[in-house]
């Protein structure tokens, strides 16, 4: 366990982000592959795009963008199962998340009947996954676009907008951004925020674990997170 807050992990300050990378182009069969990292939390997200959609898509002129999220077996200190039978509930949320956040930024009726996956698969997990997961399928997404685009398979350009995320909370009374495994399961308070690349909220996910809060305390958070998504929206353009 984290015995005092200032022993974050890299030496960190309250308002600080993990080290971040994006790899991209990490995978050669992807047409968009980006490895995320946050600390020693790695996301590989990939995106696949299909010429076909969901059947209740059909005839409707427009496409679909979707997420499947997945966490490796060894990407915890204990095994995580594989969801062979099923998935399980936070696999689902975070999934839909994940895909709601992509296609806040997609203008659908651009993309024609075809369906974009964005497969972001955990391969080590120290908290945030799910934030990660976002930041590194923006950029499969858009380069996946960007090689359709080229080979003439798209009127317009459908991706106007970026997408970040970044989850903050409350450990030991103080507030922190980015928090790592260890402080994550402590927080009194997590919240997990996405963005767009105008500064603007696409979801704000907050729970008082192990305290209530109050609005002053809400603005805070905001406000320490909109630190980090602001320093993530430069990363990804990097």
Known sequence: MVS????????RTESQ???VTFTREYLKSAL???LVEFGDTKVLC?????????AWRKGSGQGWVTAEYAMLPASTSKRTRRETHGQQGRTQE??????????AVVDLSLLGEITITVDCDVIQADGGTRTAAICGAWIALRDALAVWKSAGKLKGNPLFGQVAAVSVG???GRLLLDLDYREDSRAEIDMNLVINGDGEFIEVQGTGER?????????????????G????LALQLD
């Open 4 to 11: 005092s807050l200032s022993q974050r992990s890299e030496n």
């Open 17 to 19: 982000l993990r080290s």
């Open 32 to 34: 968009g592959s980006c």
């Open 46 to 54: 990939a995106a696949s795009i299909e010429e076909s959609v969901p």
């Open 94 to 103: 975070i999934q839909r998340l994940i895909g709601r956040s992509l296609r």
């Open 170 to 172: 409350m450990v030991d």
């Open 211 to 227: 305290a209530t809060f109050d609005r002053a305390r809400l603005n805070a958070l905001l406000d320490i997170g909109t630190i």
């Open 229 to 232: 998504l602001t320093e993530l």
